[in-house]
C-alpha cells in the first residue's frame, strides 16, 4: 500500500507540484494576517468601554435575528453575525 501512494506522488507533474506550493504558501500567508487580525483585535478591544462592547454586541444580536426570519433566512446575514460573535468571544 505504501509503495502505491509512493508512485502516486511520484508521479505527479512538475505543475501540479508547483500548484500544491502555491497553495500551500498562500494558507501560511493567510495564517499570518489571521494572527496579526487577532493580536490587532485583542488590542483594541481592550481600549473599549463596556458600553461599546455592549453596542457591539446588540448590534450582532439584530444581524442574527435579522438572518434568522423563518420566512425568509438570510445565511449570509447569518455569518456576518456568527463572525461578529466570533471576534467578540476572541476580545474578552
Not at 506550493?21 to 488590542?43: G, Q
Not at 453575525?81 to 474578552?92: D, K, Q, R, T
Amino acid at each position: 500500500m505504501h509503495a502505491l501512494r509512493l508512485s502516486r506522488v511520484v508521479s505527479l507533474s512538475p505543475s501540479l507540484l508547483d500548484a500544491m506550493e502555491d497553495a500551500s504558501e498562500r494558507i501560511r500567508e493567510l495564517e499570518a494576517r489571521l494572527v496579526a487580525h487577532v493580536i490587532v483585535l485583542k488590542t483594541i478591544a481592550r481600549l473599549l468601554s463596556e458600553s461599546t462592547l455592549a453596542e457591539l454586541k446588540a448590534a450582532a444580536q439584530g444581524i442574527d435575528d435579522e438572518g434568522m426570519q423563518e420566512a425568509n433566512p438570510n445565511l449570509h446575514m447569518r455569518r456576518v453575525a456568527e463572525e461578529i460573535w466570533s471576534i467578540l468571544e476572541m476580545v474578552g
